[in-house]
């Protein structure tokens, strides 16, 4: 079992930055890979990036490609979501999930976080 809390989001200006934490409870954290998701009001929720269980593989969707950064710290059990150059258009909640897989494509979660809010101000 692993429980899932994400942090960090808020409110910010476009082209600002945020960064979001996920802390993950539970001794098998290192073992599932980790991945980002967001949904915005009235859309499906979508990927956002992906990481390896051991941080050594990541994947972004293209449209924050270049922009988001995924990192983990499997030592503090907490994946992190760096997001610069933020747009408008990356208002959404995020939330954390912990699974299997390491890239967009084939990344299932068995864990979900809450979700955070993120809103980008024009």
């Known amino acids: 079992q692993v429980q899932l809390v994400e942090s960090g989001g808020g409110l910010v200006q476009a082209g600002g930055s945020l960064r979001l934490s996920c802390a993950a409870s539970?001794?098998?954290?290192?073992?599932?890979?980790m991945g980002w998701f967001r949904q915005a009001p009235g859309k499906e929720r979508e990927s956002v990036a992906a990481i390896s269980w051991s941080g050594g593989s990541t994947d972004y969707a293209d449209s924050v490609k270049g922009r988001f950064t995924i990192s983990r710290d499997n030592a503090k059990n907490t994946v992190y979501l760096q997001m610069n150059s933020l747009k408008p258009e990356d208002t959404a909640v995020y939330y954390c999930a912990a699974g299997g897989g390491s890239t967009i494509a084939t990344l299932f979660p068995v864990y979900w976080g809450q979700g955070t809010q993120v809103t980008v101000s024009s």
């Open positions: 539970g001794r098998t954290f290192s073992s599932y890979a």
